[in-house]
């Protein structure tokens, strides 16, 4: 009985393994994955990326985590969008952009959304040095916190324990970003 335990097992592990070679052979997994990492609005998002110098990958990262690509989305603080702005940070961007006419329920507009998404976290690169780590935990957990955490020494300045992030919600953000930064780049660069 044990014999014949041990071989159904043997079998089942021998098949599982020809499935797994067999779909990274025909590249099922990556065709699979890419319908959960999907490159959605990209012409906003290569027009953005590229006039704000930032790698597309980045920002279809956030868009993945902050809205997984619903451009109705609302969360329960007010932010709006895929790249979920608040009225108040949009509503500078805007203004530094010269933007006329802005209105907070322009944040449903992709294209609006992206582009004053895209140029925060611009900001929010060029207020940290090119660091994306610390610009990520800001465009989540805020300037001021993120600069209080640098600060107090719980967080150092180049980002190199980023893992430290007191904020449990923030540092999942950061985490989840930076993943799925990782996944787009394995999906789509060459």
Wanted: aromatic share 14%; charged share 20%.
């Amino acid at each position: 009985m044990q014999r014949k335990f041990t071989i159904k097992i043997i079998i089942t592990i021998a098949i599982i393994l020809i499935l797994i070679v067999l779909l990274k052979i025909f590249n099922v997994y990556n065709m699979i994955q890419k319908q959960f990492y999907k490159q959605g609005y990209s012409e906003y998002v290569n027009k953005y990326a590229q006039i704000n110098d930032i790698d597309p990958m980045w920002i279809y990262a956030i868009i993945k985590v902050e809205s997984n690509f619903n451009k109705d989305a609302t969360s329960g603080s007010g932010a709006k969008g895929l790249m979920q702005l608040m009225d108040s940070t949009a509503t500078e961007i805007a203004k530094r952009l010269k933007l006329k006419n802005f209105q907070s329920n322009m944040l449903y507009d992709p294209e609006i959304n992206i582009m004053l998404g895209t140029k925060y976290f611009d900001e929010l690169l060029a207020k940290y040095n090119e660091n994306y780590y610390l610009a990520i935990a800001a465009y989540n957990g805020g300037i001021g916190n993120v600069d209080n955490w640098i600060s107090k020494g719980i967080i150092k300045s180049d980002g190199s324990n980023i893992e430290n992030i007191p904020y449990k919600e923030t540092n999942m953000y950061v985490r989840k970003t930076i993943t799925a930064y990782k996944v787009y780049v394995q999906l789509y660069v060459v």
